[in-house]
């Protein structure tokens, strides 16, 4: 039982670490509500594993700062939606259609996404937030652990700290690419929305800035 508790502490550390990325032991200890000597035992427990890694910063007068963060291999520990069965549906894809082929498939899941998504949101008259909030609401159901939030300039941003389908992304870029579209397209077009980071491109998390597009 001792041993499936501190397992659990240790899952929501790398949870938290996951939503809400690098930081002190102090800080995590907050969160997690154990005291920060506990939280430093599984975190260096976790980096024997090598699930957490840390780097020193240095400021001003006093010992520097221990900053914890997720090794990559952290992100195997997370839901993957079935990513070897994925790449081997599209290398067989490619193998029987084509590119062509695995591009029309990939096709027929935006329109199957672009409906489900549409029959859900709000109707276009709604306030963006609501819109949002509402496709915040579906991509967690989806296992992205998305969450939104307005920023000082009035623009929301819509951030997804983990991405189910990367494996799959990595070999079918058009996936990604999709997604982006689909936000643009569920949103509305008077909504311009751009992806500020990207989980492919080293991103701890993949994050959407979304504001009213120039002249709307």
């Known amino acids: ?25 102090s800080e995590l200890a907050k969160r997690v509500r ?9 975190l260096y427990a976790l980096s024997n594993e090598g699930l957490v890694a840390y780097e020193d910063e240095r400021g001003g007068v006093g010992r520097p700062r221990r900053i914890w963060r997720l090794a990559p291999a952290a992100h ?34 935006k329109r199957a996404q672009l409906k489900r998504y549409r029959e859900i949101l709000p109707p ?41 389908i990367c494996a799959a992304a990595a070999v079918c870029p058009s996936l990604c690419r999709d997604e982006l579209s689909i936000f643009k397209r569920v949103i509305g077009k008077e909504i311009a929305i751009e992806r500020v980071e990207y989980i492919l491109a080293g991103g701890r998390r993949c994050a959407y800035r979304i504001g009213r597009a120039s002249g709307a």
């Open 124 to 164: 276009r008259d709604a306030p963006i937030e609501k819109r949002v909030a509402a496709l915040a609401a579906i991509r967690r159901g989806e296992g992205f652990m998305a969450e939104w939030s307005k920023e000082r300039d009035g623009s929301l941003l819509l951030v997804e700290n983990h991405c189910p």
């Open 34 to 42: 154990v005291s920060s000597v506990a939280v430093r035992q599984h």
């Open 76 to 109: 195997s520990a997370f839901p993957d939606a079935h990513s070897e069965l994925a790449i081997d549906l599209i290398d067989a894809a490619k193998h029987a259609f084509g590119d062509e082929g695995v591009e029309r498939l990939v096709k027929t899941r």
């Open 1 to 25: 039982m001792a041993r499936d508790a501190k397992r659990r502490t240790r899952d929501r550390v790398l949870l938290h670490l996951k939503q809400t990325g690098p930081q002190t032991a």
